[in-house]
């Protein structure tokens, strides 16, 4: 994982606690929406072993 992709994921844990549940939505879509888009240009996409879709920590 490049030092980038760290940093994005250091900032959305922050971040994630104190999102609304609609923020969540629109965030678990877009990352929906470019995972397909990269899928679809033939660039592999990774995916955690917990296929859930749950950012909810709770």
């Given at each position: 994982m490049s030092e980038k992709?760290?940093?994005?994921?250091?900032?959305?844990a922050e971040?994630?606690?104190n999102m609304t549940?609609?923020?969540r939505g629109y965030l678990e879509g877009t990352i929906?929406?470019?995972?397909?888009?990269?899928?679809k240009e033939g660039e592999p996409v990774e995916q955690s072993n917990?296929?859930?879709?749950?950012f909810n920590s709770d």
């Open positions: 992709q760290k940093k994005i994921l250091e900032d959305l971040k994630l606690p549940e609609r923020e929906a929406t470019a995972a397909a888009m990269s899928k917990d296929n859930s879709g749950n």
